[in-house]
């Protein structure tokens, strides 16, 4: 009924296909509104509240145009927010409702038309690689997915679904939300900011409201593992629990240490699924339940030659997992320059069909073409260009990491991902904390020959001594265990390295700050001569 009231408050202002801007704290409000734009067939744009930061109150404004929005909704709790924000920025042309004040006739509510391929929501990207663009997802995406993730996980109409992810990210809008209405016994919802200041609340909940499905991305395992205490551990029973493990790259240490740390609490070893999706394929795209996580050790010299190869015991090697199998998706690995489709075990960009994969971006025919319209060199296709590397094995897919960030240096591709891991696990002081990995001197306009610059968090309470001494030791973590040289160390307060609203590490970003010297550095151990290469960049952009 309140839904309905919404939807016929909406009727009489928009026309179906306007955009309407969800803005809300968590809680139930922001179901019914959703409810409430699909009902009035109007597109919903869900996104995070204005952030405190500067660049996260841009960033809302850049996606409030770039959709078009004619309405901004949200509750009475969060409006002064709401609409000091919308002065601030200039936000122009959108009516802003509070759907909680009660406004509209329910029995004023048609029904619209609506058919598959019915525009349902703009899923705005992240941005981990570059301005944000809004998917546009269908109703026949939306069912299509969440038909697949009941089959994948084998859940059913007892089951319950719930987690601490917003609603305005697809993993807790489209991976947990959606199917506990629609196919579940219902959703429930948990404050985001009560699982960071203490995880144990997530696996509480849980345990008391009979929680059979839930999902997170890497770091909130990681932050379970390293906070959740012997004591709160023994009050709880996570025997009846299923969960997914996605959104950003899902580590190996960390789904052996959770699944390992709470089997005393009932946590059955198949329980945790680590899954691969992305936003462009409305969510899921790979995936497979039904046994224990598969941790793979692989030959890490034939990693650098994109060579999926099982390690021999002889060699160094690294451990991947499994994201389980293509669920429903048509997935190709093809080499991204030639088009070419590659054989089993050979690293190349993810490429995807099926009907989860989005009808493109909302009015980005280009960007649109290149990637949603992509063809293989003997013809076939469309498919979807993810931009994500990785290969098939054994009728796994394994995941590498993003094309664009890869670090090709003296002809080896090294994963930065890979390098932020082996610092947090060498040095203590940065365990728990965020870095980001990335090269220098390449096709930025810096001259000097190219070079790895590591950022990375660190607890502000070290003295200036114990901060220089930690850069020199990094350098010669990487310089150990990679081959490669690291030209700077930048070290910065937590919160310091910038992510995406799912936690993924913005590295391009991080980048561009370095280059223009508007990191707030702790503490920066710079070689000279890429300090002069910069110093002259600096001084040309500024012209």
């Not at 959703?187 to 509480?204: G, K």
């Amino acid at each position: 009924m309140h839904s309905r009231r919404i939807a016929s408050w909406l009727q009489e202002r928009l026309s179906p296909g306007d955009r309407a801007l969800l803005l809300y704290s968590p809680g139930i409000e922001f179901t019914t509104a959703f409810s409430a734009c699909v009902y009035a067939g109007v597109i919903a744009v869900p996104a995070p509240l204005p952030g405190r930061y500067r660049h996260e109150r841009r960033r809302l404004a850049a996606i409030a145009r770039d959709a078009g929005v004619r309405a901004i909704l949200t509750q009475q709790g969060d409006l002064p927010d709401v609409e000091k924000w919308i002065a601030e920025e200039g936000v122009v042309g959108a009516v802003c409702h509070p759907t909680d004040a009660g406004d509209g006739d329910p029995d004023a509510w048609t029904a619209p038309e609506v058919s598959s391929d019915t525009l349902a929501l703009l899923q705005y990207t992240s941005g981990s690689t570059g301005d944000p663009k809004g998917v546009m997802v269908t109703h026949g995406n939306l069912v299509a997915n969440v038909d697949r993730m009941v089959r994948m996980f084998g859940n059913d109409s007892d089951t319950t679904y719930g987690g601490w992810i917003p609603l305005y990210h697809d993993m807790g809008l489209i991976g947990l939300m959606l199917p506990g209405l629609l196919c579940g016994s219902g959703y429930v919802q948990m404050d985001p900011m009560s699982f960071l200041r203490r995880p144990y609340h997530w696996l509480r909940m849980l345990d008391a409201c009979d929680v059979n499905f839930t999902a997170a991305p890497d770091f909130g395992y990681e932050m379970c593992v390293r906070r959740v205490t012997d004591e709160q551990l023994a009050t709880l029973d996570l025997s009846r629990l299923k969960a997914a493990n996605g959104s950003e790259p899902v580590r190996a240490d960390v789904v052996t240490a959770f699944t390992e740390r709470f089997a005393a609490a009932g946590l059955r070893p198949e329980a945790l699924i680590p899954v691969y999706g992305l936003a462009e394929a409305t969510l899921m795209a790979s995936g497979t339940s039904g046994r224990p996580p598969l941790c793979t050790e692989v030959d890490a010299a034939a990693l650098e030659n994109r060579d999926l190869r099982p390690a021999t015991g002889t060699h160094p090697a690294r451990v991947l997992v499994g994201c389980g199998a293509p669920s429903g998706s048509d997935a190709l690995i093809v080499d991204p320059d030639s088009g070419e489709p590659l054989p089993d075990g050979r690293i190349g960009e993810i490429w995807l069909d099926g009907p989860c994969v989005t009808a493109g971006y909302w009015e980005n025919d280009t960007v649109t073409d290149a990637t949603f319209h992509a063809r293989t060199s003997d013809g076939r296709g469309p498919f979807l260009r993810t931009g994500d590397l990785g290969a098939l094995l054994d009728g796994d897919l394994y995941i590498t990491g993003r094309r664009k960030d890869v670090l090709v240096l003296h002809g080896r591709n090294l994963h930065p991902s890979d390098i932020e891991y082996e610092l947090r696990s060498q040095h203590e002081e940065l365990e728990g904390l965020h870095g980001a990995a990335f090269m220098v001197g390449h096709d930025d306009g810096v001259d000097t020959a190219p070079a790895i610059v590591a950022v990375h968090e660190i607890r502000a309470h070290w003295g200036a001594e114990r901060l220089g001494e930690i850069a020199v030791d990094m350098k010669q973590t990487v310089a150990r265990e990679f081959g490669v040289p690291v030209a700077a160390v930048a070290l910065v307060r937590p919160a310091g390295v910038r992510r995406t609203t799912s936690g993924k590490v913005q590295r391009s970003a991080m980048r561009a700050l370095y280059l223009a010297g508007e990191l707030d550095t702790l503490h920066l151990a710079e070689d000279p001569l890429l300090t002069a290469a910069l110093t002259e960049h600096r001084r040309v952009t500024a012209r």
